[in-house]
């Protein structure tokens, strides 16, 4: 794991931005995986004004969602697919017929899960996975206790999540119970991953997710497992890591030619 701290949300989104722009000019079919809720938003912002000054374009790219609502009606403004459609999708010259989530309307729920997964395989696997994390440590919708190794599925949303969610919907009563997700594991195929995390309030699960032990308990913390996780952090919520004096050595002498 590489551990970024940077003292902003726009240094962090211009870091990740570097990196997806690097990986456009080796791979313009570039297959990327995009998380909602808001640590990710400054990215996305930055990846449209960097497409809007014409410095690459992603009429090439595929794009995976992490999870989705169950039974949002078609189209619903927080339904996550129509939250990166506003936020990101439809501002750039992607093809919206290349941008996949999850379908949380499916009527044969085993069907659904394993066709997403198919689709993500077919596609030759993500290359790079951006992710937020949840206060409690959960990723994409894999809440503590989730297996592991886990596949795209439904799962039940935690009432914490639910609450911290409401701020999208008029009331905790309007966020669904239900989502589909895709699985631990399924997050781990991917060939890189970064992970976002901005503010106080991720502080802990930051904590257990980089120097925690690996548990179920945070869920995150799987990834001390992967081969290549950048974990980017402004100064609150990497406030409750032990090293982070090591973190912040080891980047600034990062050698010029390497990215993260
Ligand atoms: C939801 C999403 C996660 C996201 C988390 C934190 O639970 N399913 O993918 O990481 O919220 O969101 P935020 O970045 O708004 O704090």
């Keep these: 794991m590489e551990i970024v701290i940077l003292p902003s949300a726009s240094e962090i989104a211009k870091l990740v931005a570097d990196k997806v722009q690097k990986l456009l000019k080796i791979k313009p ?25 014409g410095l690459f374009s992603f009429s090439k790219v595929r794009a995976f969602l992490l999870d989705e609502y169950v ?33 949380g309307t499916f009527s044969d729920m085993f069907l659904s899960c394993s066709s997403y997964e198919s689709k993500i395989k077919e596609s030759g696997g ?23 190794v886990s596949r795209t599925r439904v799962k039940t949303l935690t009432e914490r999540t639910r609450q911290d969610n409401a701020r999208f919907f008029n009331s905790t009563n309007e966020v669904p119970r239900h989502v589909v997700t895709q699985g631990l594991g399924t997050i781990m195929d991917a060939e890189h991953i970064v992970l976002v995390a901005t503010g106080i309030s991720k502080a802990k699960a930051v ?37 982070q004096d090591y973190y912040r050595s080891t980047f600034s002498a990062k050698p010029s030619w390497q990215s993260i």
């Design 126 to 148: 993500v290359d790079l996975q951006i992710l937020g994390i949840g206060i409690d440590g959960h990723i994409a919708f894999n809440e503590q206790g989730s297996s592991l």
């Design 29 to 53: 079919n570039l297959v990327l995986g995009l998380a909602t809720g808001s640590t990710p938003i400054p990215i996305y912002d930055e990846l449209v004004a960097r497409y809007e000054q």
């Design 71 to 103: 039974n949002l009606p078609f189209g619903h403004p927080q339904s996550y697919l129509e939250v990166i459609r506003r936020c990101f999708v439809n501002r750039l010259d992607i093809d919206p017929n290349n941008v996949h989530a999850p379908d």
């Design 207 to 243: 904590a257990n997710t980089v120097e925690g032990a690996v548990s179920a308990s945070c869920p995150a913390s799987i990834l001390q497992m992967h081969k290549h996780v950048t974990v980017v952090l402004d100064d609150a919520s990497a406030s409750d890591l032990e090293r």
